[in-house]
């Protein structure tokens, strides 16, 4: 089966992306059809069944263990190393939380991160008086590997960093970070908000201590979906800060609470059973039909033709560096990105801006098409000239 081919039979799973050119999966991307018809069965079964009953219980269970192997299946990561969550945040504050901090204490981050990393960073800092170091990596185009390595003192314990910068589309060398982290003590959390489904992520490889990902964005799961990894080695060195039910193996009054032998113990209480199994059968379906590496592939290939066909525009700066996954963004000169964006939105063209920097971002997702391109590159054309 030809690209072309293969490209429109996943289109075909995705309605949404068939009345827009859908350049915005970096925010939420399309549901796949098979995965709305389980959550919809999910909750029909609920309304003609109820919720009640050992089956029920059964059921809720089956479908957690199922969601934590899909995870697992696409991040090259154990089944007993996935906690669920709601999403990437909640799993970076299990981990920053988790720590034992003492005043004194460095984090290490840098200006490229979503506040999903340094807010937490910031406020555990406040709380606990650790310090939070800022590395600035500019646009993410140079040497982060030596960057965050000159930062690093006795006296850091943890870095935290985008695996792909969310505002500038950088892809960060995780493993090589990694390996300068390990050797002056300090571990890592990685956000992989925008790398888990955009790019090939094998978190054993990577060595990276702690990675959280959401549901909702490239593996095209719902809201209130996503995971946090935690290598089987970093497990005892994360304190449970929020526990329930879930997070034990035993809790019986009078007797020591036992938690679960694995990163379940960093799940709380109940959690929406639908939602899941929409979760777990949109994250099969991206790695049993549409592949990780092929969507990396195709990801590759249509960033460089929208690099090149915005890049040929007058008064177009494209900010993203050559080291990417899947967001390009660009500046479109004399024009505020916030009003760019619902004058793209008018012709049918879905994409976002960005804070800081100031500017535009489009989301190349292996769904979409050389036409969507074209969209993109004629309607920038059009700002750029008016």
């Avoid at 919809?40 to 957690?64: F, K, S």
């Avoid at 690099?307 to 900010?319: E, H, N, S, Y």
């Amino acid at each position: 089966m030809s690209d072309t081919d293969k490209v429109m039979r996943l289109r075909e799973e995705l309605p949404a992306t068939h009345p827009v050119a859908y350049l915005n999966t970096g925010s939420v991307g399309p549901l796949p059809k098979r995965a709305v018809v389980e959550m919809t069965a999910w909750i029909e079964r609920e309304l003609r069944e109820g919720r009640i009953g050992a089956a029920a219980w059964q059921a809720g269970g089956e479908v957690r263990a199922r969601a934590r192997a899909a995870v697992a299946s696409v991040l090259g990561a154990r089944v007993d190393e996935v906690a669920l969550t709601h999403h990437t945040t909640e799993g970076l504050n299990v981990v920053i939380w988790g720590l034992d901090w003492r005043p004194g204490d460095e984090i290490v981050t840098t200006n490229l991160e979503h506040p999903a990393v340094f807010v937490p960073a910031l406020t555990a800092a406040r709380r606990f008086g650790a310090k939070v170091i800022t590395v600035d990596l500019g646009l993410g185009e140079g040497d982060a590997i030596s960057a965050i390595a000159d930062a690093l003192t006795p006296r850091t314990r943890l870095v935290a960093l985008s695996h792909v910068a969310y505002c500038t589309g950088a892809l960060l060398p995780v493993a090589e970070i990694a390996k300068v982290a390990h050797r002056h003590g300090a571990l890592l959390a990685v956000d992989g908000a925008q790398s888990a489904g955009a790019t090939a992520v094998d978190v054993a490889a990577l060595e990276a201590d702690f990675y959280a990902v959401p549901g909702q964005k490239w593996l095209c799961g719902p809201e209130d979906t996503g995971a946090l990894i935690v290598r089987r080695e970093r497990l005892e060195a994360l304190a449970q800060t929020f526990v329930g039910y879930s997070s034990m193996a035993r809790q019986e009054l009078g007797a020591p609470l036992v938690p679960h032998p694995d990163a379940r113990r960093f799940e709380v209480g109940s959690r929406h059973a639908p939602s899941l199994a929409c979760q777990a059968a949109s994250v099969e379906w991206f790695r049993d039909e549409v592949g990780v590496d092929w969507a990396q592939a195709r990801i590759d290939e249509l960033m460089a033709l929208a690099r090149q066909a915005l890049a040929a525009i007058p008064g177009v700066t494209i900010l993203t560096p050559s080291r990417c996954a899947g967001l390009l963004c660009f500046t479109v000169a004399g024009v505020d990105p916030d009003v760019l964006v619902p004058r793209f939105a008018a012709e049918g063209v879905v994409i976002r801006s960005i804070k800081q920097p100031r500017c535009l971002r489009a989301s190349l997702g292996f769904f979409n098409t050389e036409d969507d391109v074209r969209r993109l590159a004629e309607a920038t054309r059009r700002q750029a000239s008016s």
